[in-house]
């Protein structure tokens, strides 16, 4: 299902209402987040920076949902948010692990990097899909609710963890 809704053939109100796929699918995303992250920082690092991801997506996607009246489809819409990220990050893992043995300085570095800007893309369209659904709204709304989404999330996490400070 996870993958359907990837390829936006279905939308979260055709998951079923789970805690229990929604815990799991939750628990995924961290650990790939997890795992994605450790290629980038230290440990410790890692492991706070996915966990804020994880808790700042499942938050934003409550406040929306509640702000439009419809915090009771939170569970089908987390669990897709989650299930449908951890569809992409398996798909990232292999270019990210190419990514960073390439190093920044080798000019085959653009390969991979071009390959997860696309997948950056293709989040945005998923995640769009998502919320359009969830929010009954347009492709457009979820669109850019996803990119301002994917700014707050990605803004957080470069301030708190990518800093000098």
């Not at 890692?46 to 406040?63: Q, R």
């Not at 939170?74 to 990232?92: D, E, K, M, P």
Request: aromatic share 10%; net charge positive; with cysteine.
């Amino acid at each position: 299902m996870f993958v359907d809704i990837c390829r936006l053939r279905i939308g979260p109100q055709d998951l079923p209402t789970s805690t229990t796929l929604l815990v799991v699918s939750l628990l995924a995303y961290l650990a790939l987040a997890i795992v994605l992250s450790l290629l980038q920082m230290p440990v410790i690092k890692s492991l706070l920076a996915a966990g804020l991801d994880t808790l700042l997506f499942a938050a934003l996607s409550y406040f929306l949902l509640w702000a439009r009246l419809l915090a009771n489809r939170w569970v089908q819409t987390c669990t897709a948010l989650a299930g449908s990220g951890v569809v992409l990050q398996l798909i990232a893992l292999p270019f990210m692990i190419w990514q960073t043995r390439l190093g920044p300085e080798n000019s085959m570095a653009i390969v991979p990097t071009a390959f997860m800007m696309a997948l950056l893309f293709w989040n945005l369209v998923v995640v769009g899909h998502i919320l359009r659904h969830a929010l009954s709204t347009t492709m457009g709304a979820g669109a850019v609710l996803a990119t301002v989404y994917m700014f707050i999330s990605m803004s957080i996490i470069r301030i708190l963890f990518f800093t000098g400070t």
